[in-house]
Protein backbone atom coordinates (compact mmCIF):
# COMPACT_ATOMS: atom_id res chain seq x y z
CA UNK A 1 0.00 0.00 0.00
CA UNK A 2 1.43 3.39 -0.99
CA UNK A 3 2.06 5.73 1.96
CA UNK A 4 1.01 9.30 1.78
CA UNK A 5 2.08 12.27 2.87
CA UNK A 6 0.82 13.23 6.20
CA UNK A 7 0.40 17.01 7.72
CA UNK A 8 3.04 16.83 10.48
CA UNK A 9 5.47 15.62 7.20
CA UNK A 10 4.35 18.82 5.40
CA UNK A 11 4.12 20.76 8.43
CA UNK A 12 8.12 19.55 9.25
CA UNK A 13 8.81 20.15 5.93
CA UNK A 14 8.01 23.84 5.31
CA UNK A 15 9.39 24.65 9.30
CA UNK A 16 12.56 23.21 8.00
CA UNK A 17 12.38 25.83 5.22
CA UNK A 18 11.99 28.69 7.41
CA UNK A 19 13.89 27.66 9.80
CA UNK A 20 16.77 27.59 7.53
CA UNK A 21 15.44 30.70 5.89
CA UNK A 22 15.71 32.58 9.11
CA UNK A 23 18.94 31.00 10.75
CA UNK A 24 21.52 34.00 9.40
CA UNK A 25 19.91 37.32 11.09
CA UNK A 26 22.01 36.97 14.45
CA UNK A 27 20.20 36.83 17.80
CA UNK A 28 17.09 37.24 15.84
CA UNK A 29 17.71 33.71 14.63
CA UNK A 30 16.60 32.42 17.71
CA UNK A 31 12.85 32.15 16.84
CA UNK A 32 14.68 29.89 13.90
CA UNK A 33 15.91 27.29 16.39
CA UNK A 34 12.26 27.34 17.92
CA UNK A 35 10.69 26.69 14.64
CA UNK A 36 13.57 24.07 13.57
CA UNK A 37 12.69 22.35 17.18
CA UNK A 38 9.18 21.83 16.24
CA UNK A 39 9.90 20.97 12.83
CA UNK A 40 12.01 18.15 14.13
CA UNK A 41 9.15 17.32 16.60
CA UNK A 42 6.87 17.11 13.62
CA UNK A 43 9.24 14.99 11.56
CA UNK A 44 9.92 12.27 14.08
CA UNK A 45 5.77 11.97 14.90
CA UNK A 46 5.19 11.75 10.62
CA UNK A 47 7.69 8.75 10.68
CA UNK A 48 6.37 7.09 13.14
CA UNK A 49 2.61 7.28 11.75
CA UNK A 50 4.49 5.54 8.77
CA UNK A 51 4.08 8.37 6.10
CA UNK A 52 6.15 9.36 3.13
CA UNK A 53 9.96 10.00 4.37
CA UNK A 54 10.60 12.24 2.33
CA UNK A 55 9.20 15.07 3.41
CA UNK A 56 9.86 15.04 7.22
CA UNK A 57 13.13 13.70 6.72
CA UNK A 58 14.16 16.64 4.56
CA UNK A 59 12.40 19.08 7.18
CA UNK A 60 14.44 17.51 9.77
CA UNK A 61 17.70 17.94 7.92
CA UNK A 62 16.98 21.71 7.19
CA UNK A 63 16.23 22.17 10.85
CA UNK A 64 19.31 20.90 11.69
CA UNK A 65 21.30 23.00 9.20
CA UNK A 66 19.41 26.08 10.23
CA UNK A 67 20.70 24.98 13.94
CA UNK A 68 24.19 24.56 12.85
CA UNK A 69 24.65 27.88 10.72
CA UNK A 70 22.41 29.72 13.49
CA UNK A 71 25.05 28.95 16.06
CA UNK A 72 27.89 29.77 13.82
CA UNK A 73 26.45 33.06 12.61
CA UNK A 74 25.88 34.12 16.35
CA UNK A 75 29.08 33.13 17.64
CA UNK A 76 30.98 34.88 14.80
CA UNK A 77 28.96 38.00 15.53
CA UNK A 78 29.32 37.32 19.00
CA UNK A 79 33.36 38.00 18.21
CA UNK A 80 33.19 40.61 16.32
CA UNK A 81 31.23 42.30 18.66
CA UNK A 82 33.73 41.68 21.33
CA UNK A 83 36.89 42.69 19.08
CA UNK A 84 35.01 45.99 18.35
CA UNK A 85 34.29 46.62 21.85
CA UNK A 86 37.78 46.10 22.31
CA UNK A 87 38.76 48.46 19.24
CA UNK A 88 36.69 51.18 21.03
CA UNK A 89 38.35 51.00 24.18
CA UNK A 90 41.92 51.09 22.93
CA UNK A 91 40.86 54.37 20.82
CA UNK A 92 38.91 55.49 23.83
CA UNK A 93 42.15 54.93 26.25
CA UNK A 94 44.19 56.38 23.45
CA UNK A 95 42.26 59.79 22.82
CA UNK A 96 42.31 59.89 26.88
CA UNK A 97 46.00 60.08 27.08
CA UNK A 98 46.55 62.66 23.87
CA UNK A 99 44.18 64.73 25.63
CA UNK A 100 45.59 64.77 29.08
CA UNK A 101 42.93 62.91 30.92
CA UNK A 102 44.80 59.45 31.36
CA UNK A 103 47.96 61.16 33.18
CA UNK A 104 48.30 58.55 35.69
CA UNK A 105 48.31 56.15 32.71
CA UNK A 106 50.87 57.92 30.54
CA UNK A 107 53.10 58.03 33.34
CA UNK A 108 52.77 54.42 33.92
CA UNK A 109 52.48 53.04 30.62
CA UNK A 110 54.20 55.40 28.49
CA UNK A 111 56.89 57.40 29.81
CA UNK A 112 59.68 57.47 32.75
CA UNK A 113 59.78 61.08 34.18
CA UNK A 114 62.54 62.14 36.03
CA UNK A 115 62.16 65.95 38.12
CA UNK A 116 65.65 66.60 38.85
CA UNK A 117 66.45 69.30 41.83
CA UNK A 118 65.24 72.92 40.96
CA UNK A 119 69.35 74.89 41.19
CA UNK A 120 69.37 78.51 41.48
CA UNK A 121 72.75 80.06 40.39
CA UNK A 122 73.89 83.63 41.37
CA UNK A 123 76.77 84.70 39.21
CA UNK A 124 79.82 87.08 40.34
CA UNK A 125 77.47 89.71 39.33
CA UNK A 126 74.41 89.31 41.13
CA UNK A 127 72.65 87.62 38.38
CA UNK A 128 70.19 84.65 39.79
CA UNK A 129 69.89 81.72 37.11
CA UNK A 130 67.37 79.24 37.39
CA UNK A 131 66.49 75.44 36.35
CA UNK A 132 65.42 71.98 36.39
CA UNK A 133 66.75 69.36 34.29
CA UNK A 134 64.06 66.71 33.83
CA UNK A 135 64.71 63.65 32.12
CA UNK A 136 62.38 62.02 30.01
CA UNK A 137 62.16 58.07 28.50
CA UNK A 138 59.97 57.04 26.04
CA UNK A 139 58.97 53.18 27.46
CA UNK A 140 56.80 51.86 24.71
CA UNK A 141 57.77 50.16 21.73
CA UNK A 142 56.67 52.77 19.33
CA UNK A 143 57.30 56.64 18.74
CA UNK A 144 55.74 59.36 20.61
CA UNK A 145 55.46 63.13 21.47
CA UNK A 146 54.69 63.90 25.06
CA UNK A 147 53.47 67.36 26.57
CA UNK A 148 53.80 67.60 30.40
CA UNK A 149 52.29 70.35 32.94
CA UNK A 150 54.33 70.61 36.23
CA UNK A 151 53.91 72.72 38.71
CA UNK A 152 55.75 73.99 42.24
CA UNK A 153 53.44 74.03 45.04
CA UNK A 154 54.18 75.66 48.34
CA UNK A 155 53.34 73.21 51.88
CA UNK A 156 49.94 74.36 52.01
CA UNK A 157 49.35 73.49 48.22
CA UNK A 158 48.97 76.30 46.67
CA UNK A 159 50.67 77.07 43.46
CA UNK A 160 53.72 78.96 43.49
CA UNK A 161 54.97 78.37 40.03
CA UNK A 162 54.51 75.92 36.97
CA UNK A 163 56.05 74.96 33.29
CA UNK A 164 55.52 73.07 30.53
CA UNK A 165 57.53 70.70 28.35
CA UNK A 166 57.25 69.23 24.96
CA UNK A 167 58.93 66.49 23.59
CA UNK A 168 58.30 65.63 20.14
CA UNK A 169 58.79 61.87 18.38
CA UNK A 170 61.16 59.99 20.97
CA UNK A 171 61.64 56.65 19.71
CA UNK A 172 61.20 53.76 21.63
CA UNK A 173 64.06 53.49 24.68
CA UNK A 174 65.37 56.96 23.66
CA UNK A 175 65.55 59.21 26.16
CA UNK A 176 65.78 63.36 26.24
CA UNK A 177 66.57 65.89 28.81
CA UNK A 178 64.71 69.31 28.94
CA UNK A 179 65.11 72.42 31.29
CA UNK A 180 62.17 73.40 33.25
CA UNK A 181 61.91 76.75 35.31
CA UNK A 182 64.61 78.70 33.52
CA UNK A 183 62.76 82.09 33.97
CA UNK A 184 61.81 82.73 37.37
CA UNK A 185 60.97 85.95 38.92
CA UNK A 186 63.28 86.97 41.80
CA UNK A 187 60.46 87.22 44.17
CA UNK A 188 59.44 83.62 43.83
CA UNK A 189 63.01 82.42 43.83
CA UNK A 190 63.52 81.21 47.42
CA UNK A 191 59.45 79.86 47.32
CA UNK A 192 61.06 77.55 45.08
CA UNK A 193 64.04 76.12 46.76
CA UNK A 194 61.39 74.96 49.21
CA UNK A 195 58.62 74.14 47.08
CA UNK A 196 57.65 70.53 46.06
CA UNK A 197 57.29 69.66 42.64
CA UNK A 198 54.35 67.74 40.44
CA UNK A 199 53.27 66.56 37.25
CA UNK A 200 49.80 67.86 37.36
CA UNK A 201 49.15 66.92 32.99
CA UNK A 202 50.47 64.76 31.31
CA UNK A 203 49.55 63.59 27.31
CA UNK A 204 51.08 61.16 24.81
CA UNK A 205 50.52 61.15 21.12
Not at 104 to 127: C, P, Q, R, S
Not at 146 to 151: G, K, L, S, V
Amino acid sequence: MEKKNSGLGIASLVLGIMSLLGCWIPYLNIFSFILGFVAIVFGIIALCKKSKMAMPIAGMILAVLAFGFGIMINGATTFAINETGKELEKTSKELDKITGDSTEAVLKEDVDIKLGAFNVVTDEYGFTDTEMIVTIKNITNRKHSYNFHIEAVDASGNRINDDYIYVNDLAPGQTTTEKIFVFVTSDKVDAMKSATFKIVEASAY
